[in-house]
């Protein structure tokens, strides 16, 4: 499961001048090398576990893969410190990835897309019909996902610093759950669980994040073929135009009994 979370010592102080030492248990932080052949693609910085799932939901969200039979094998190589280096060998016929994907410097755990030399970049071709996807939900099945979410973070309930992303079926139920101190890794990790076990595009599904609904999730999950992205938060104006164009429904502040539904408002009925 990796290191998720480590012990340090703090002092806590209180305004009535209450103070004292204690324990406090905080979210890992470390940087992951994900490799093709050999060949670094790029570093995130990532809380360690499921980064198997990881590589290939990065890889399948930059185009590189399509599915589980694209990958010939992962392994972490030897002799790196603490696994966080990790190499990815692609089945015979899958052409490696072009040398102007590669992101030669650290991505931070807060932003997956810095790099890109343009928006254009990132509006890669979307191998999947999302607007031909005839799920259709209720609000109350909506609103009932943040709370399944946050029931499932355990990580979160020790630390309080960690994003979650959820992936569930069109009658609410979780399949899969990930936690990172990144959103984006957060939601590589779902999208990764998923195609290692089974065919893309992930049709009749809602991603749910903990946060908010930025640009890159929302292409994340339309490579996916996810048909309903729904954030506790708000989603920005980019990821509108894309979840839009991509035919997706993007749902935010789903708080409560309430929501906001900023496209595909089709797929919510009763």
Same mark, same amino acid.
């Given at each position: 499961? *990796?290191?998720?979370?480590?012990?340090?010592?703090?002092?806590?102080?209180?305004?009535?001048? #209450?103070?004292?030492?204690?324990?406090?248990?905080?979210? $890992?932080? @470390?940087? /992951? @090398?994900?490799?093709? #052949?050999?060949?670094?693609?790029?570093?995130?910085?990532?809380?360690?576990?499921?980064?198997?799932?990881?590589?290939?939901?990065? %890889?399948?969200?930059?185009?590189?893969?399509?599915?589980?039979?694209?990958?010939?094998?992962?392994?972490?190589?030897? *002799?790196?410190?603490?696994?966080?280096?990790?190499? $990815?060998? /692609? &089945?015979?016929?899958?052409? /490696?990835?072009? &040398?102007?994907?590669?992101?030669?410097?650290?991505?931070?755990?807060?932003?997956?897309?810095?790099?890109?030399?343009?928006?254009?970049? /990132?509006?890669?071709?979307?191998?999947?019909?999302?607007?031909?996807?005839?799920?259709?939900?209720?609000?109350?099945?909506?609103?009932?996902?943040?709370?399944?979410?946050?029931?499932?973070?355990?990580?979160?309930?020790?630390?309080?610093? %960690?994003?979650?992303?959820?992936?569930?079926?069109? =009658?609410?139920?979780?399949? #899969? %759950?990930? @936690?990172?101190?990144?959103?984006?890794?957060? !939601?590589?990790? !779902?999208?990764?669980?998923?195609?290692?076990?089974?065919?893309?595009?992930? &049709?009749?599904?809602?991603?749910?994040?903990? *946060?908010?609904?930025?640009? @890159? %999730?929302?292409?994340?999950?339309?490579?996916?073929?996810?048909? $309903?992205?729904? #954030?506790?938060? &708000?989603?920005?104006?980019?990821?509108?135009?894309?979840?839009?164009?991509?035919?997706?429904?993007?749902?935010?502040?789903? +708080?409560?009994?309430?929501?906001? !539904?900023?496209? =595909?408002?089709? +797929?919510?009925? *009763?």
């Amino acid at each position: 499961m *990796g290191r998720i979370t480590v012990r340090r010592p703090v002092l806590r102080l209180s305004t009535t001048g #209450a103070r004292g030492r204690r324990p406090d248990t905080l979210a $890992v932080e @470390e940087p /992951l @090398e994900i490799r093709v #052949a050999g060949a670094p693609l790029t570093i995130t910085m990532r809380t360690p576990g499921h980064d198997f799932d990881l590589a290939a939901g990065f %890889l399948a969200a930059e185009g590189i893969i399509g599915g589980a039979g694209d990958l010939a094998s992962m392994r972490f190589c030897a *002799g790196t410190e603490e696994q966080n280096t990790l190499d $990815v060998a /692609l &089945a015979p016929g899958v052409p /490696l990835p072009d &040398a102007s994907l590669t992101r030669a410097f650290t991505t931070t755990s807060a932003c997956g897309v810095c790099g890109k030399s343009s928006i254009e970049a /990132l509006r890669v071709t979307r191998p999947h019909d999302i607007a031909a996807d005839r799920v259709r939900l209720t609000p109350a099945t909506l609103a009932a996902l943040p709370d399944r979410l946050r029931a499932a973070q355990r990580a979160f309930d020790r630390t309080g610093g %960690l994003h979650a992303a959820g992936l569930f079926d069109a =009658g609410g139920a979780l399949r #899969a %759950l990930r @936690e990172d101190v990144g959103r984006h890794n957060a !939601v590589d990790k !779902v999208i990764g669980w998923a195609l290692r076990r089974g065919p893309l595009p992930l &049709a009749g599904h809602v991603l749910m994040v903990s *946060g908010r609904a930025s640009f @890159e %999730l929302t292409q994340k999950a339309a490579r996916a073929g996810i048909p $309903v992205l729904a #954030a506790v938060s &708000a989603p920005s104006s980019l990821a509108v135009e894309l979840a839009e164009d991509a035919g997706m429904t993007l749902v935010g502040f789903l +708080r409560g009994a309430s929501m906001n !539904v900023y496209t =595909g408002a089709e +797929r919510i009925t *009763g």
